[in-house]
Every structure is written in C-alpha cells, then in structure tokens.
Nanobody
C-alpha cells in the first residue's frame, strides 16, 4: 500500500492545520493506522493512531489539541491539529501497520512559527 500525505505548511502559533493521508488501497482492513513526526535532530515519535474499532491513541504532548480520524470509504486518514505550538514543527509521516509490516509515506512538513 502507498501512503501520500498532504496539508502541511507554515502556520502561526495558535493556528490550525489538517493533514490528510491518502492510501492507494482500502484501509478498511488496516487495524492500526496513524501519524508519526520527526523534528530536526530528534527521533521519529508517535503522534496519534486510530484502530478499525475507532479507538485512538495520542502522545501526551498532543492530547486535547490533535484529533485523528479515518474515512474508510475514502481510504483516507486525517490529523486535525489545533492550538499549534513551535514544538509541533516537524515532518509528519503517515504510518500503517499491516500484518506486522510498517508502511510509511514520504512525509509532509509542518512549520509553526511567527
């Protein structure tokens, strides 16, 4: 499966962005799909994931600000990001875990700066 992210860009602190991850095939059967990010000089970290059941998991740093969702009919996963902070600046990657194999998109850059 191929994953293509979009929606990144430059935003001021306190602003919002919505990232999209379009999959080349059906995501209905994918249990764990979501978002990771990597800031300059740091390791890649989990941001949020969503299961087939709709249950979600968030990094503590984004709880209450970010919302992950999935539209199985459109084979797309979203990340709504509100109250963005400079510390959220990173390349955001879409990730799907299919049968233990990790699939990654190429990433989209989010820059939070005034």
């Amino acid at each position: 499966v191929e994953l293509v992210e979009s929606g990144g860009g430059l935003v001021q602190p306190g602003g919002s962005l919505r990232l999209s991850c379009a999959a080349s095939g059906s995501i209905f059967w994918i249990n764990a799909i979501g978002w990771y990010r990597q800031a300059p000089g740091k390791e890649r970290e989990l941001v949020a994931t969503i299961a087939r059941s709709g249950s979600t998991n968030y990094a503590d740093s984004v709880k209450g600000r970010f919302t992950v969702s999935r539209d199985n009919a459109k084979n797309t996963v979203y990340l709504q990001m509100n109250s963005l902070e400079p510390a959220d600046t990173a390349v955001y990657y879409c990730n799907a875990n299919i049968g233990g194999t990790q699939y990654w998109g190429k990433g989209t850059l989010v820059t939070v700066s005034s």
